[in-house]
């Protein structure tokens, strides 16, 4: 039995087998051929190569059908790739040369033009060593007969383990079969972690090369609070963690009583209480959860799912089934923010050298605006049918926000004319998460409906800590007083404003924190569906001014550590005041 120690990203437990996911690069083996063999080999190449074109082809034909033709080109640029002689006939005089297969010999061609690319030190070149990837992979796929590299998910329960696991792999994966997740990559805020915490299932990640040497069907226990993984557990944690699984439905049973009851301090102060989903499929949950409105649609995953770019009336379709099922709640439904840790080459996104400063959220948006059409006019025409709003992701200045309320305006005047029901009272607001967003919150405030607070990007980039980063996830510090006097100051501007203030990252699902959030001014917290009863029941206890003065004690600390220590000894107090009342 081992203990392993990664980071807590989603609470609970769970004991099951393991099902390992492998995204593996194909890795050819030589194989000598004979001489009599040279023109089949290179004839097999050729052929291989011919294919490859053709799936760039295509993918390029249906991005120009749904991005345009600048972001086809991007795509197509790997055909040159597939033409180039240091690569192609570099290849085929290989075979002739070297007597050896094909698979192997491209994948040498490929890798001296990689390190040509490495030593000429300049970031364009670098960008192209990942096309070079992308197509060597795309060939050798064809050349060793290996389907495409998606993902699957377990077909009896068990708990999913990966290096990494993009967006789109855990939308591939799905909910069924899983108890839990464990990467050896991610933080708390990575989308993996989101996910599993919406699903309501345990997550460590961060595990590192520890989960290297585990295998398919490994027996192995998970605690989600503390970031443990145990493997090969005996007997008696087996039967340990089944009882802390029960507990925990226990607590989330007794919580259930809160459902139909407001969130409100003794001293009459309401909040309203969200949550944030990322498929139709959670809504359920929600409303199980006594969700008074859907603070946070991330409306990627829908597209993840989709496996391609789904037309306006797909869209519509699904936003409509939301707005529905929440029968008179509101819904924010944020536009897509790929780009990022969430990157799609259908979409045109690409992996880049610094993805969270790079072509993400809104700045991706607004380069495709077809897409972005699409999308608003779905999002126009779903809020006919009850109450909805709209958010834009990474706003860093006004001139964003005017172009994405521009676009907004052009929608809603081309449905008039082409007399299709839809809301164009819809309320426009902005994800606050980036530093620039804050220090200018009064001017955006001037112009937009309604704030959300994205803490898991807002901390990430005020305290410039890469949220996927495990070596830098110690600096996610939500007390930091940087971060604190931000969310104030965004607080501050928008009530000054006159407009309401919500919080939407990952923060706002952590018990630990709800009395500072009310202190903070909060008007609606938006947490995971599991999370948001044991948020209420701390708002029901907790008055106005207690949750003011712990949040004023809490800024005039200097360091996140020393906010965090009185931060336990307040909560730890106020649990054995309340335990003797
Ligand atoms: C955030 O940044 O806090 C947020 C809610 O958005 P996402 O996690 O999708 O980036
Ligand atoms: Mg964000």
């Known amino acids: 039995m081992a203990v392993i120690k990664g980071i807590a990203a989603s609470p609970g437990y769970a004991v099951g087998k393991l099902f390992c996911i492998e995204k593996k690069r194909p890795e050819p083996v030589a194989n000598p051929i004979l001489k009599k063999n040279i023109e089949p080999e290179q004839k097999r190449f050729k052929d291989a190569v011919a294919v490859a074109a053709q799936q760039i082809r295509d993918l390029a034909a249906k991005l120009k059908a749904e991005l345009g033709k600048d972001e086809a080109a991007i795509i197509e640029s790997q055909l040159l790739i597939l033409e180039d002689e240091l690569i192609l006939d570099s290849t085929l005089c290989r075979i002739k040369e070297e007597l050896q297969n094909a698979e192997y010999l491209f994948t040498k061609s490929i890798a001296e033009v990689v390190s040509r690319f490495h030593d000429l030190q300049d970031s364009y070149y670098k960008e192209r060593i990942l096309d070079l990837r992308d197509v060597e992979e795309r060939v050798l796929r064809i050349l060793m007969g290996l389907d495409h590299n998606e993902v699957v998910g377990p077909s009896e329960d068990c708990i999913v383990c990966a290096n990494e696991l993009t967006p789109s792999d855990t939308a591939a994966i799905g909910t069924t079969n899983v108890l839990g997740f464990l990467l050896e990559e991610g933080s708390r805020t990575s989308h993996v972690a989101i996910l599993s915490r919406s699903m309501g299932v345990p997550a460590v990640v961060g595990l590192g090369e520890a989960l290297t040497g585990l295998s398919d069907g490994d027996s192995v226990a998970i605690d989600g609070h503390l970031g443990e993984l145990i493997v090969t557990p005996d007997k008696e944690i087996i039967r340990k963690f089944k009882l802390l699984y029960h507990k925990e439905s226990a607590l989330n049973e007794k919580l259930a009583h809160l459902k139909d009851v407001p969130a409100e301090t003794p001293d009459g102060h309401r909040i309203k209480m969200f949550n944030n989903i990322e498929l139709p499929i959670e809504v359920d949950k929600a409303l199980l959860c006594g969700s008074e409105g859907i603070g946070l649609l991330r409306t990627e995953y829908i597209y993840f799912q989709h496996g391609s770019i789904p037309s306006e009336d797909e869209q519509m379709e699904v936003y409509s089934e939301i707005v529905k099922k929440m029968d008179g709640r509101p819904v924010v439904f944020r536009t897509l923010d790929v780009g990022g840790d969430k990157v799609q080459r259908y979409l045109g996104a690409r992996k880049e050298f610094n993805p969270f400063l790079g ?118 510090q939500p007390l930091h007083p940087a971060v604190l006097r931000f969310m104030k100051s965004a607080i501050d501007a928008a009530h000054n404003a006159g407009i309401k203030v919500s919080i939407c990252g990952e923060m706002a699902s952590e018990t630990r924190f709800a009395e500072v959030l009310l202190g903070l001014g909060f008007d609606e917290i938006s947490t995971h569906a599991v999370q948001l009863p044991k948020v209420k029941q701390v708002i029901r206890w907790t008055t106005m001014s207690e949750a003011k003065q712990l949040l004023s004690d809490l800024m005039s600390f200097s360091t996140a550590a020393e906010a965090e220590a009185h931060l336990d000894e307040y909560l730890i107090a106020k649990k054995s005041v309340r335990k003797n009342n």
């Open 359 to 476: 072509w993400r959220g809104i700045r991706f948006l607004l380069a495709n605006p077809a897409l972005l059409k699409s999308q608003l006019r779905a999002m126009f025409r779903a809020a006919a049918g009850g109450p909805s709003k709209i958010m834009f992701p990474m706003i860093t200045g006004v001139d964003e926000l005017r172009k994405a309320r521009q676009i907004c305006r052009e929608c809603c005047n081309e449905l008039a004319a082409e007399s299709i029901e839809h809301d164009p009272d819809v309320e426009i607001g902005i994800m606050v998460e980036t530093p620039s967003a804050v220090a200018i919150a009064d001017l955006l405030a001037a112009e937009c409906d309604f704030f959300s607070i994205g803490t898991n990007d807002l901390i990430q980039y005020s305290l410039s800590m890469d949220r996927l980063n495990r070596r830098v996830s110690y600096l996610y």
